[in-house]
């Protein structure tokens, strides 16, 4: 089994950054690829950015591209989302998410897609 343990998340102001990171742990070498997800409230949960098990390919959903990074450290088994530019809309609660398969540069930007998810971090943008 993994786990994931989303950290960073917090009350900030139009305008501002934050980064997110997501630590896994147990069977990580079991990990491929990972992406970031958020739900806001009464609403579903969506793509926000995903990075493939080699670390060479990253999408981005259109609403984020250019504001937020997607990065990841296999020795640290932790996954980062920059966010820039924080707007009152990329508030929602925000989720870290992992592929147990090998796909090499595959990024999946489904929730089907991913097998592991952690428990979510609330990422407020106030105006």
């Known amino acids: 089994q993994v786990q994931l343990v989303e950290s960073g998340g917090g009350l900030v102001q139009a305008g501002d950054s934050l980064r997110l990171s997501c630590a896994a742990s147990?069977?990580?070498?079991?990990?491929?690829?990972m992406g970031w997800f958020r739900q806001g409230p009464g609403k579903e949960r969506d793509f926000v950015a995903g990075i493939s098990g080699s670390g060479g390919n990253t999408k981005y959903a259109d609403s984020v591209k250019g504001r937020f990074t997607i990065s990841r450290d296999n020795a640290k088994n932790t996954v980062y989302l920059q966010m820039n530019s924080l707007k009152p809309e990329d508030t929602a609660v925000y989720y870290c998410?992992?592929?147990?398969?090998?796909?090499?540069?595959?990024?999946?930007?489904?929730?089907?897609?991913?097998?592991?998810w952690g428990q979510g971090t609330q990422v407020t943008v106030s105006s």
């Open positions: 998410a992992a592929d147990r398969l090998w796909r090499g540069t595959v990024v999946g930007t489904s929730t089907g897609f991913y097998d592991y």
């Open positions: 147990g069977r990580t070498f079991s990990i491929s690829g």
